[in-house]
């Protein structure tokens, strides 16, 4: 398998103000060519600095980068293979959505008749034929986001930039957008590198996924490792909900210094065998789960629960017995930052 990035220990630092913020620090990253890889982080966290640099908008204070094994660290955004999908969609608001979408064959010289050909090819790609000869203004939020789509993948770049491109759709477009796109790079073959804070967006969505903290890449893997297996509290935390113990608790759950045991892994059940009891503090019905907070001596554990064994919620107050097994109990590296 060819690599499509490579991130040698590229750091960028900002100076605003007289002071200096480490917005990406020490990041080496590999991504593979045809692969689906997200960067997923909190706000402020360096993940748009991280997708700048390769896009060639902002250069690195320190460290290479490579695309297509070729060391592009300083080239300028236009001469790199890469195209890259803003939130805001940046669309020509004169120009109609044909030439949008065309725009980058223009400014490259192929004439009008293939442009607004290939044009044609890559709206219909995105399920927009027929819209070619409106402005962006008479579309919906959704579908300006396919032509903007559209528009970044006419020149069949090697790597795709998407800066958390499904933001400003509501819940149930940004679903369906997430599947699309998913099939669509696929059916492309092109790689993708996609930056989102959601974790769902992550998990559902991506071949790897590299978790963002500060500035450094606290983890990187598949959706089912960083879930299952996540090297630090901050990960746990951030993908999915997560239990976490220190100290004399942790050891005694699993003789680590920090654990982690997520909510879906606890079970309710009799006090014979429980590995936990307390009281239940309150609990929420959520539709597909439901999630009951137990006082644990002083710790509060989140247990979720399936509705359908369990119709009734247990009420604030009642004494409730917690199983797991063993396996659900991970040992995290790092303890409380
Ligand atoms: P994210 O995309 O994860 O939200 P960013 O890469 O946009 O994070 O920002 C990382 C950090 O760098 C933040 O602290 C942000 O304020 C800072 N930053 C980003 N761009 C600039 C800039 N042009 N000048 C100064 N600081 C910046
Ligand atoms: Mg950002």
Redesign the pocket.
Known sequence: MTVAVTLEAVSCV?T?GGLA?K??DRVDLTIEGGEFFTLL??????????LRMIGGFVLPTAGRILIGGEDMTLLPPYARPVNTVFQDYALFPHMNIRDNVAYGLMVQGVGKAERHHRADEMLELVRLSGVGERRPGQLSGGQRQRVALARALINRPQVLLLDEPLGALDLKLREQMQTELKALQRQLGITFLF?THDQHEALSMSDRIGV?NN?RLEQVGTPQAVYNTPFTRFVADFVGSANVFDGERARQIAGADSVMLRPERIRLGAPQGARASGAVLDAQYFGSFSRVRVDWAGTSVAVDLNPQLLPELPCAGQTVHLHWDADAVHALRGVAA
């Open positions: 900002f605003s913020v917005a990406v982080g909190p706000s402020g966290s360096g993940k748009t600095t991280c930056i963002f500035g």
